[in-house]
C-alpha cells in the first residue's frame, strides 16, 4: 500500500508577537521547560515494550502505544509564538501543505462530522492534539467526551479541558476515527490559534490525560487504522520571503521523494536524557572550516521552536567566530555587511553525513524583518542562545529556521529521525 498524502489548501497568517525579543523568550522558555523536566527513567521502557509488540505482530498493521510508559515530565513543551489565521480546506492531491506564519507553521485540521477546520500549531515537540483555543470546539454526532480530564503545560503556554473522542479530517484521505483530542475550557499563550496538532513522540502524552498511560496521536492512529504504511511523519518546509506564504507539506506515512535531494540519513533517537523523551538526535556542530561548537552533542529537532538554539558555550563560540553584536532592539545577533560577505557555513554532522547550512541559511529572511520589529535591510542571525551550558542532555534545538532548509522524517516505528537535503538547502532568498 502505497503512502497517503493528500493536500489542503492556504490560508492567511498574522502575527501577535511584538518583536523577537519576545520570539526568543518563547524559545528559551520551552528550552529550559525541556532542561527542567529532566527525568531518572527516560522512555526506555516505553520503547521496549513497543519493539516487543511490534516483533509479536510483524506482519500485522498494528500499532501498540506504550504500555507502561516511563513518565516524562507531563507536558514538557512550552509553546511557540503564536500566529493566528483562517481555515481551509483540502481537495486535490500532492501532499498536506502547510503555511509559515514567520514564527511557527499551522494547518487546517478538520474535527467531527460534519468537520469544522481548526488552525493549529505543527508540533513535534508535543504529543497531544488539542482544539478550543480560539474557536469553540463544535460537537457532533461523532463526538464522544470520556469524561476524563487533560492538563497540558507548555512552559509559555498551557490548557486544561476534557478529553474527548472524534473524528479528525488531516485531510481528504487521512480521516482518523476516534482520535483523542483535548477540548480547551482554558488555555494560555494561544491567541489567533485553535490548539497544536501533537506529532512528537507518543510517550510525551504519559500523564497528561487522568487515568490514561499514553495516548495515541494521530500518527499513530492513521497508522493503526491501516491509512498509513509506516507509522512515520515526513516534514517539507522551505524559505519564505512573505507572511502567511502556502510552502511546506506533511506526509503520513512515508516521506515525499519529490522534495528530496539525495538520501534520507536516518539516526536513532538519542540515548542522553532529556532530549531522548523528544524528537531527539546526536549531533555535531561547526562553523567554518575550524571551530567546533558541539561535539557528540545531544538535543532535539522541533517544529515548534522558531530559532537554531545552541547551548550557552556553543553560542558564544558561533558569536566570536562571527563577529556578531547583540541587536539592542531584537535581541537577535545582527551581522554588517561586510561581515555577512565573511560568514561561513555552518556544518552539521548527524550520523555519516555532513549537513551545510549556508551563511544565507543562518540570517533571518531580510524581507520579513518588519515582522520581529528589525531595521529594513539588517541583517539578523537565527541562531540564538539557548539559556543553558553543554553537558546537560539538551546542547541544541534544530528548530525552524533550521528545518526550512532540510527534509526531516520523524519515524515512530523504527525509532529514528531522517534528515535529507531539499532543492533549498542552499538557497539565497534570505
Keep these: 500500500m502505497p503512502h497517503v498524502v493528500v493536500k489542503s489548501l492556504p490560508f492567511a497568517a498574522h502575527f501577535t508577537f511584538g518583536s523577537a525579543r ?62 493566528s489565521g483562517g481555515s481551509g480546506t483540502g481537495t486535490d492531491s500532492g501532499g498536506v501543505d502547510v503555511t509559515d506564519a514567520g514564527v511557527t507553521y499551522t494547518a487546517s485540521v478538520g474535527v467531527g462530522s ?33 469524561g476524563k480530564s487533560v492538563n497540558v503545560s507548555y512552559g509559555s503556554g498551557s490548557f486544561s479541558g476534557t478529553e474527548f473522542t472524534d473524528e479528525v479530517t488531516i485531510a481528504p484521505g487521512l480521516v482518523i476515527q476516534q482520535q483523542s483530542i483535548g477540548v480547551a475550557t482554558q488555555s ?12 512528537g ?7 497528561t490525560v487522568s487515568g490514561t498511560s499514553t495516548v495515541p496521536t494521530v500518527t499513530d492512529n492513521l497508522f493503526a487504522q491501516g491509512t498509513i504504511e509506516e507509522d512515520s511523519l515526513g516534514i517539507f518546509f522551505q524559505p519564505t520571503t512573505s507572511e502567511g506564504e502556502l510552502n511546506g507539506e506533511l506526509t503520513f506515512g512515508g516521506t515525499d521523494t519529490s522534495k528530496i535531494s539525495g538520501d534520507v540519513t536516518f539516526v536513532p533517537i538519542t540515548s542522553t536524557s532529556p532530549a531522548s523523551m523528544y524528537w531527539g538526535i546526536d549531533q555535531d556542530v561547526s562553523y567554518g572550516e575550524s571551530t567546533q561548537l558541539l561535539s557528540g552533542s545531544a538535543g532535539i529537532v522541533d517544529t515548534g521552536t522558531t530559532l537554531l538554539l545552541l547551548a550557552t558555550d556553543a553560542f558564544q563560540a558561533y558569536q566570536q567566530a562571527t563577529g556578531a553584536t547583540e541587536d539592542q532592539t531584537t535581541g537577535l545577533l545582527s551581522l554588517t555587511e561586510s561581515q555577512f560577505d565573511d560568514l561561513q557555513s555552518m556544518f ?10 549556508t551563511a544565507n541559511a543562518q540570517i533571518w529572511p531580510r524581507a520579513l524583518n518588519s515582522v520581529i520589529g528589525g531595521e529594513e535591510g539588517k541583517i539578523y542571525l537565527v541562531a540564538s542562545d539557548l539559556g543553558s551550558p553543554s553537558g546537560q542532555g539538551l546542547d541544541f534545538i534544530n528548530g525552524f529556521a533550521w528545518l526550512q532548509r532540510f527534509y526531516s522524517v520523524f519515524d515512530t516505528g523504527n525509532e529514528q529521525v531522517g534528515i535529507a537535503n531539499t532543492p533549498f538547502t542552499t538557497a539565497t532568498t534570505n
Excluded at 518563547?26 to 529532566?38: F, M, P, S, T, Y
Excluded at 552539521?348 to 547550512?357: K, R, V
Design 114 to 146: 460534519p468537520a469544522t477546520q481548526y488552525t493549529l500549531l505543527i508540533d513535534t515537540g508535543s504529543s497531544n492534539t488539542w482544539v478550543g483555543a480560539d474557536q469553540q470546539y463544535v460537537q457532533t454526532s461523532t463526538s464522544q467526551s470520556t
Design 22 to 83: 519576545e520570539l526568543i523568550a518563547r524559545d528559551r522558555e520551552r528550552a529550559q521547560k525541556i532542561v527542567q523536566g529532566l527525568h531518572p527513567h527516560g522512555p526506555r521502557a516505553f520503547r521496549e515494550s513497543r519493539r516487543a509488540r511490534r516483533h509479536y505482530h510483524h506482519h500485522h498493521h498494528r500499532h501498540g502505544e506504550g504500555g507502561d510508559a516511563a513518565d516524562p515530565a507531563p507536558g514538557s513543551t512550552p509553546a511557540p509564538a503564536p500566529p
Design 188 to 199: 494560555q499563550g494561544f491567541q489567533g490559534v485553535d490548539g497544536i496538532l501533537g506529532v
Design 348 to 357: 552539521f554532522a548527524i550520523g555519516d553525513t555532513t549537513f551545510e547550512f
Design 201 to 207: 513522540p507518543t510517550d510525551l502524552t504519559s500523564g
